[in-house]
């Protein structure tokens, strides 16, 4: 046992309210209410207590703190009657302290060696607040349910039971305690009438703040003296704290983001250990098709990839590693990382150049299933251990719960990759397939022959949108001339060099073809000249070069620049088609964008499928109806809000591609087109193309359209409909151009859309006509 002072909190904020004072009397009195209803042998023990505290005390119950150590006798008694007689005292950390304040003055060994050193008495630990922070400040939960309870009979706050965390200076890792204080020999005196007390807001259900405001505000704390002492046991909760927290942060992980979630399970994980020069990794186990990959995020879990100097080393670190445990899943534990041998683990030579001296990995499972591994490392020698690891069993159910998480979003990732990029199968719609798949799996059951029935929507309503690269095949053709311009520039020059050291005819005769091909670059070159001029530049130049490279290697420098040019990624004879590539998708990145932001807005609205098709542009094709979400009613006024979102991304988009033009080398422009049918059509998942079409002779009509609106001109003027910086809706009867024009009207009020609006008649298509359109300008 050990008698002195000991502050736990340096400076507490909100001591000064306090009239705190040390007295035997709160214990003395106990003793005597215990001694009129005791009728075991304690009655002795009773009397002789009460009888030395009278002796001693002779009627001064009241003891200045600094006097405290003068009644070690008293102290020890009091120790005595409230510890259990059989328990360890060593092992016990119990403690006397001052009324409500946390200055301890009597306790055993166990308590004072938590906060301070037991040789130098230095403080070595320190009270936290949430973990985060010192704490400062008064217990005002506390305090105010002793006084609420001894004085007006009302309970508040949680009562006498507090977990607190002491965080020790040399680990700076905090240990977490549960305080059980023990207030039965504290008297609450107040210093002149007693203050009203009304129950009733707190009755209400305040937050603990409000409620702790509106106490200080009608109890104040000067009002009151506290005499007595407190006895308190503090009992190690750390690992039931540390298991809580983690599994709150496993069902809560939206509370924080990905990269502070995993540092704070992490971080628990080095209180457990009591170490904190351990790096934890939970590196799960992703799987294709049943073999283990590498993905960018367990970049961000194992210490490996911090070791190797690129991508592609860790890749096939991880991958050795993974390989080895995936077959055989055991302990990897070198308490010391051994010098190097030959048939040693591959990833061993990678911990030493890092430094690292201790290394482990442990395997962890789901459901009997091998969910990944814990990993465990540091840059000081024999800091891991069995010992260490068997402390860590406790989590190992949790971190298994959040390695099968991980893998999950792995999974749903590249199964919504697969459904957005391969498949037509969206949200939307995937119920419908899943239907067919549960008939077909029931069929199968019933042991008949299961057939896959055909997926299909009646009644919905058609939107087609186009979005095009005006100009882009003449674009093309104009790279390609430039490219082959500079490529025969090249060439010329290489055979030239070659004619000055070569005597051949054949020379001669390839600097001659060469010429009569620039030549030709200036006019238009059909079909069969395109060929020859292939045939030409690889057959027959390739194969002159390539065999001069091989039996002449003096030679090499004289070719170099020409053979350098025609590689497609970085030749100077791909520049202008690598230019005009980049400009493209640069243009279609930023449609699909467009396009996919709006995408769960409009899913919320009402379920749609919605489907892109790449062309130089995009083109999509929406559909919605009562068919694609039975469960919620279908009105026009969905097919309506969906034409308003339609007219106005096209406005939004014609801008974006505007804005790009200061970016690219190839000014390209777009065009924007609407295609308006407003009968609802079917249409069926076509299983070999992946994807709807319409079903139907009378609805094929509404494809037909589709196809050769694209090119469509004005009747009176010749003029191709689509236009840069202009948007186009085709349709067929007034009451569509009515619906658009109210569309429009909106749109120009909010400055999106020009004032001018072109109502035009278009020419007849191969069996279509009666077309019409509005055409209206973009707004920069």
């Known amino acids: 046992m050990q008698n002195s002072v000991l502050h736990i909190v340096q400076k507490l904020e909100g001591a ?97 060696d938590k906060l301070r050193d037991p040789v130098t008495h230095e403080m070595k630990a320190c009270m936290m607040e949430n973990g985060q922070t010192v704490r400062k400040k008064v217990n005002l939960e506390l305090i105010y349910s002793l006084i609420l309870k001894k004085l007006y009979h009302f309970e508040f706050a949680p009562g006498t039971s507090v977990v607190r965390s002491l965080t020790d200076r040399d680990t700076g890792l905090a240990h977490f305690y549960k305080l059980n204080l023990d207030l039965r020999f504290v008297e609450i005196v107040p210093k002149g009438k007693l203050p009203a007390f009304d129950p009733q807001f707190l009755t209400t259900r305040p937050s603990l703040p409000e409620a702790l405001e509106w106490l200080k505000e009608h109890l104040p704390l000067s009002a009151f003296r506290f005499e007595g002492i407190s006895a308190l046991t503090v009992t190690d909760i750390t690992t039931h704290y540390v298991v809580e927290s983690i599994k709150g942060l496993i069902l809560n992980p939206e509370r924080l983001d990905k990269t502070a979630h995993r540092h704070e399970i992490m971080h628990y994980l080095n209180v457990l250990a009591g170490s904190k020069d351990i790096r934890f990794g939970g590196i799960p186990l992703f799987k294709v098709n049943g073999k283990p990959v590498y993905s960018d995020d367990i970049r961000n879990h194992t210490v490996l990839s911090k070791l190797a100097s690129a991508k592609e080393e860790v ?60 990993e465990l490392s540091s840059y000081k020698v024999n800091c891991l251990n069995a010992e260490l690891l ?3 069993e406790v989590v190992i159910p949790l971190l298994a719960q959040l390695l099968q998480h991980a893998i999950d979003e792995f999974d749903q990732r590249i199964k919504s990759i697969v459904k957005e990029n391969f498949t037509s199968i969206q949200p939307a719609v995937e119920w419908k397939f899943n239907e067919i798949a549960w008939h077909y799996d029931r069929t199968a059951q019933q042991g008949k022959e299961p057939v896959l029935e055909t997926v299909y929507f009646k009644d919905v309503y058609p939107l087609y949108g186009a979005i095009d690269i005006r100009n882009s095949t003449m674009e093309r053709n104009s790279a390609l001339r430039r490219d082959l311009e500079t490529q025969f520039r090249l060439l010329y020059d290489a055979l030239a060099g070659l004619q000055k050291v070569v005597t051949m005819q054949l020379v001669d005769e390839m600097m001659h073809q060469t010429q009569k091909w620039q030549s030709a670059l200036a006019g238009a070159l059909t079909t069969a000249d395109e060929l020859n ?94 068919a694609i979400a039975p469960d919620r009613p279908f009105d026009l006024l969905y097919l309506r809000n969906l034409r308003l979102w339609q007219l106005t991304s096209m406005a939004l988009i014609a801008r974006d591609t505007h804005n790009l033009l200061q970016e690219m080398t190839t000014p390209l422009q777009t065009t924007q087109l609407i295609f308006v049918h407003s009968t609802a059509i079917d249409i069926s998942f076509r299983k070999d193309e992946r994807r709807f079409d319409v079903e139907g002779g009378y609805n094929i009509r509404y494809q037909v359209v589709k196809k050769r609106i694209d090119k469509v001109r004005a009747r009176e003027t010749g003029e191709r409909l689509t236009q840069p910086g202009m948007i186009a809706i085709i349709y067929f009867n007034d009451r569509e151009a009515e619906e658009y024009e109210g569309y429009i009207r909106y749109l120009q009020e909010k400055g999106m859309l020009a004032l001018q609006v072109e109502r035009l008649e278009l020419e007849e298509l191969q069996g279509v006509s009666g077309l019409r359109a509005l055409r209206v300008g973009v707004l920069w």
């Open 16 to 112: 000064e309210q306090l009239d705190v004072g040390l007295s035997f009397k709160g214990f003395v009195d106990f003793l005597k209410e215990r001694r009129l209803v005791e009728k075991t042998m304690r009655v002795k023990f009773l009397d002789m207590a009460l009888h030395y505290f009278e002796e001693r005390l002779q009627g001064k119950y009241c003891v200045p703190l600094e006097e405290i150590g003068q009644y070690g006798e008293l102290l020890e008694l009091m120790f005595m009657a409230i510890f259990p007689p059989l328990a360890d005292e060593g092992e016990t950390a119990w403690a006397l302290s001052v009324p409500v304040t946390p200055v301890v003055f009597y306790g055993t060994d166990a308590f004072y």
């Open 315 to 374: 890749e096939e670190t991880y991958l050795c590693l993974v390989d080895r445990l995936f077959r055989e899943p055991r302990l990897i534990l070198y308490e010391t990382i051994p010098d190097a041998r030959a048939g040693e683990p591959y990833y061993l030579e990678s911990l030493r150049r890092a430094g690292i001296h201790s290394y482990a990995l442990l395997p962890v499972y789901y459901n009997n299933r091998l969910a990944g591994v814990l």
């Open 390 to 392: 068997a402390k860590l």
């Open 533 to 626: 001029l292939n045939a030409f530049l690889k057959e027959k130049v390739g194969t002159f070069l390539a065999h001069f490279a091989q039996s002449r290697p003096d030679l090499a420098s004289l070719m170099d620049r020409y053979l350098t040019s025609i590689d497609e990624e970085t030749g100077e004879a791909f520049a202008a088609r690598r230019s005009l590539e980049t400009c493209i998708k640069l243009i279609n990145r930023t449609v699909n964008e467009s396009l996919e932001r709006s995408v769960p807005e409009l899913q919320a609205s009402y379920p749609s499928y919605f489907e892109k098709f790449r062309t130089d542009g995009v083109e999509y094709d929406l559909y919605i109806g009562g």
